[in-house]
């Protein structure tokens, strides 16, 4: 009882998580453009999360002749759950959930979690969707591996196959490529290929309205908080303060930087992401092991 409980528990804080951080988000992106983020909707804008999630599930969702309509829950389901059990691998909100190989079911999470925005391209029927679909499956081929090799660093510092919260200066270095794989494994900007608005019209999920669009959002900014108490835990102990502060370097980043060229992220990442990683990864196993 008290399991079931926990899970419940677990799904209402991080849907209330998000809906807040959208709003400050939304007042963040307004705040660096000179102008006021939403404050009409009650409580200097308190409510306007949850307005918007009402009304976003009170429109209609339409599908494709070619498709089904169990494809369109089906696909949105499947990325929410995943990204909702990425939560249980952390020891900071329910230990008896934590497992000693929670590193590698979270490696195996994030390469499933693509075949979601794959296959939701596929089901959409749409030309826009599935060149999103395309690019998002080639963008985490290009750097799922670096990030596999970042987190078996850390796997050797700490000789352990789970996350703890950490506190350890000494790993600050990787700190920077760490964020950049971040932006690439949420496809944030300036890594946003696969929902590039002024040339896919949102791509992937172009289709998709209603209970289906909501999901897909939810798990978006779910993974977005995921991967913020993540580099909270790993490099600063797990401080909700260092959380907020990554959250909001996110955020910023959004705001301050252009979308990379496609071409120019594949380079990157292949190129100069991949050696540094090779390099730091042997370099770490000599030391460590």
């Given at each position: 009882?008290?399991v ?5 528990l677990?799904?209402?804080f991080?849907?209330?998580a ?7 988000e939304?007042h963040?992106l307004g705040?660096?453009?000179?102008r006021?983020?939403p404050?009409?909707?009650?409580l200097m ?6 307005l ?5 599930l009170?429109k ?10 169990i ?11 995943v990204?909702?059990?990425?939560w249980f691998?952390?020891p ?12 590698l079911f979270?490696?195996?999470l994030?390469g ?6 794959l296959?939701?391209g596929?089901?959409?029927s749409?030309k826009?969707g599935?060149?999103?679909?395309i ?10 591996i670096?990030f ?22 000494g790993l600050?270095?990787?700190y ?10 949420l496809?944030?900007?300036p890594?946003?290929f696969a929902e590039?608005?002024?040339?896919l ?10 209970v289906?669009f ?6 978006e900014?779910?993974?977005l908080l995921?991967f913020?108490?993540l ?8 401080s ?8 909001s ?9 252009p ?6 992220m ?8 991949l050696?540094?990683?090779l ?5 770490t ?5």
């Amino acid at each position: 009882m008290f399991v079931v409980l926990s899970v419940f528990l677990m799904i209402v804080f991080v849907m209330a998580a998000i809906a807040f951080m959208v709003l400050y988000e939304r007042h963040l992106l307004g705040g660096s453009q000179q102008r006021l983020g939403p404050n009409k909707s009650s409580l200097m804008g308190g409510l306007q999360a949850l307005l918007d999630g009402f009304k976003l599930l009170k429109k209609e969702q339409g599908s494709s002749l070619k498709s089904s309509d169990i494809s369109f829950l089906l696909v949105p389901g499947v990325a929410f759950g995943v990204m909702y059990l990425g939560w249980f691998v952390w020891p900071y909100f329910f230990s008896f959930f934590t497992f000693e190989f929670a590193v590698l079911f979270f490696l195996c999470l994030l390469g499933f979690s693509v075949y979601s925005v794959l296959v939701s391209g596929i089901v959409s029927s749409s030309k826009y969707g599935m060149l999103g679909a395309i690019r998002a499956s080639g963008q985490s081929v290009s750097y799922e591996i670096a990030f596999s090799l970042y987190l078996l660093i850390l796997v050797m510092y700490f000789n352990m196959f789970y996350f703890y919260l950490y506190f350890y200066l000494g790993l600050l270095w990787i700190y920077l490529p760490f964020l950049m794989m971040i932006l690439a494994e949420l496809g944030r900007a300036p890594f946003d290929f696969a929902e590039g608005e002024s040339e896919l019209v949102s791509g992937y999920n172009v289709e998709f309205g209603s209970v289906a669009f909501v999901l897909l959002f939810l798990s978006e900014y779910g993974s977005l908080l995921l991967f913020s108490v993540l580099g909270s835990g790993v490099f600063f102990g797990g401080s909700l303060v260092f959380s907020y502060m990554i959250f909001s370097g996110l955020v910023f980043i959004r705001s301050s930087y252009p979308r990379f060229r496609y071409d120019f992220m594949m380079s990157l990442f292949w190129f100069k992401m991949l050696p540094i990683s090779l390099i730091l990864f042997f370099y770490t196993a000599v030391v460590f092991l």
